[in-house]
C-alpha cells in the first residue's frame, strides 16, 4: 500500500492519537534520560568520595589554608587542639543500628585561635529520661585527632529555630544543649567562635563514645530502575499504538 492511500484512510482522530502518543513518548523518553543522567551523576560523586579518602591525610597547616573545606570535602585531616567542652551540644535523634541516641559535637581550638567542629562519635538515648545523659569522657590538654572532612550534620526537621536568631538571647541559645540541628555559621555567632569548618572524628571508639559511622549506600541504582521503567513506558506506548491503529485495522 502506498504512503499516500495508507494517509489517506487515517481520520483526525487518528492523527490526534499519534500526535498525542508520540508527546508522550517523548515525554517519557526525556524522563529516562534524566534518570540516567542521575545515575551517572551519582557514580561520579561516589568515584570523587573515594579518589578524596584514599589520599594521605591532610596536615593542620594545609586545612586551615585552604580557602574553604569544601575543597578537600572526604579527605583525611590530622588535628591539634584542646577541647572546648563547655560548648558541646548533642544532636537528638540520631539513631544509630535502630538505638536511639545523640551525635556529641564538641568544638575543636586549634592552635591560631580558629576553631573546628568536631562530630566527636555517639551516645545511647535515656530509655525513660531524654536529658540523661550516659557519661563520657573529655580529654584535658592539646590532643591529636584524625578526623575526616564533612559538609556538616544532615538536617533534621524542626519545629523551633535552634540558630541565635530563633531565641531572646544569646544566653538562651548556648543553654540549649541538646537540639535538633546545628548549623556552624549560627554556632559561631552563638558561642563566639572562629569556626572554620566541620570535621568527623574517626577511629576506634573510645572516651565512652562510638564511632561507627554509617557509609552512605549508594542510590545510583534507584535511578537506574527509574531509568529502566520510563524507557519501557515509552516501548509499551509505541507498541500499543503499532497494534491498535495500525496492525488491528488492517487485520
Not at 567562635?193 to 534507584?222: C, N
Request: glycine share 6%; with cysteine.
Amino acid at each position: 500500500m502506498h504512503l499516500k492511500q495508507f494517509l489517506s484512510q487515517w481520520s483526525l482522530k487518528k492523527i490526534i492519537v499519534l500526535v498525542v502518543t508520540l508527546e508522550c513518548i517523548a515525554l517519557t523518553s526525556s524522563l529516562g534520560l534524566w534518570q540516567w543522567s542521575r545515575a551517572q551523576q551519582k557514580w561520579a560523586l561516589e568515584e570523587s568520595i573515594e579518589q578524596m579518602r584514599v589520599l594521605p591525610a591532610l596536615s593542620q597547616e594545609a586545612f586551615l589554608a585552604l580557602a574553604s573545606p569544601q575543597l578537600a570535602l572526604h579527605r583525611t585531616v590530622i588535628l591539634r587542639g584542646t577541647w572546648l567542652a563547655e560548648d558541646t551540644v548533642f544532636l537528638d535523634n540520631r539513631p544509630l543500628n535502630s538505638q536511639a541516641g545523640f551525635w556529641v559535637m564538641t568544638p575543636l581550638k586549634l592552635s591560631d585561635q580558629r576553631s573546628v567542629l568536631v562530630q566527636r562519635g555517639w551516645i545511647p538515648r535515656h530509655s525513660a529520661v531524654r536529658t540523661q545523659l550516659p557519661p563520657f569522657e573529655t580529654p584535658l590538654g592539646e590532643q591529636e585527632i584524625l578526623a575526616r572532612i564533612s559538609e556538616g550534620p544532615s538536617k533534621m526537621f524542626e519545629l523551633g529555630a535552634s540558630a541565635p536568631e530563633g531565641f531572646k538571647s544569646l544566653e538562651a541559645a548556648r543553654s540549649l544543649t541538646i537540639r535538633q540541628n546545628i548549623e556552624i555559621a549560627a554556632f559561631a555567632k552563638e558561642r563566639g567562635l572562629a569556626l572554620v569548618g566541620h570535621v568527623i572524628q574517626i577511629g576506634s571508639d573510645s572516651e565512652g563514645l562510638r564511632r561507627e559511622w554509617p557509609v552512605p549506600a549508594s542510590t545510583a541504582y534507584k535511578n537506574v530502575g527509574y531509568t529502566v521503567q520510563w524507557f519501557a513506558m515509552s516501548l509499551l506506548l509505541l507498541a500499543l499504538f503499532c497494534w491498535y491503529q495500525i496492525i488491528k485495522p488492517q487485520a
